[in-house]
């Protein structure tokens, strides 16, 4: 009886392929989110997400790309606001 799997080179790739692709997803999700909400601290992850998955080679590049052009957009989104609303934060 064997308790592992068997070593080949496409189980050891499989996993690190799964997780950049699971990073592309969540830094797309946490950009998306970050434009209404706490887009000081999602915006920093999401780009950092995305870049991750980028160097990891995912084979979801569109949304890793999507994830890293919004995580840009949270801080843009944040700084306009600060800069209109004269305050280091801002709020509805």
């Given at each position: 009886?064997?308790?592992?799997?068997?070593?080949?080179?496409?189980?050891?790739?499989?996993?690190r392929?799964?997780?950049?692709?699971?990073?592309?997803?969540?830094?797309?999700?946490?950009?998306?989110?970050?434009?209404?909400?706490?887009?000081?601290?999602?915006?920093?992850?999401?780009?950092?997400?995305?870049?991750?998955?980028?160097?990891?080679?995912?084979?979801?590049?569109?949304?890793?790309?999507?994830?890293l052009?919004?995580?840009?957009?949270?801080?843009?989104?944040?700084?306009?606001?600060?800069?209109?609303?004269?305050?280091?934060?801002?709020?509805?």
């Amino acid at each position: 009886m064997q308790l592992t799997a068997p070593a080949s080179g496409r189980t050891e790739n499989r996993p690190r392929t799964r997780d950049a692709d699971g990073m592309a997803v969540a830094s797309f999700i946490l950009g998306l989110v970050g434009l209404l909400v706490l887009n000081v601290f999602l915006g920093p992850v999401a780009i950092v997400l995305a870049a991750i998955a980028l160097w990891r080679g995912t084979s979801r590049r569109g949304r890793a790309w999507l994830g890293l052009t919004l995580g840009i957009a949270d801080l843009a989104v944040l700084g306009l606001a600060m800069d209109l609303s004269n305050t280091v934060s801002w709020s509805l």
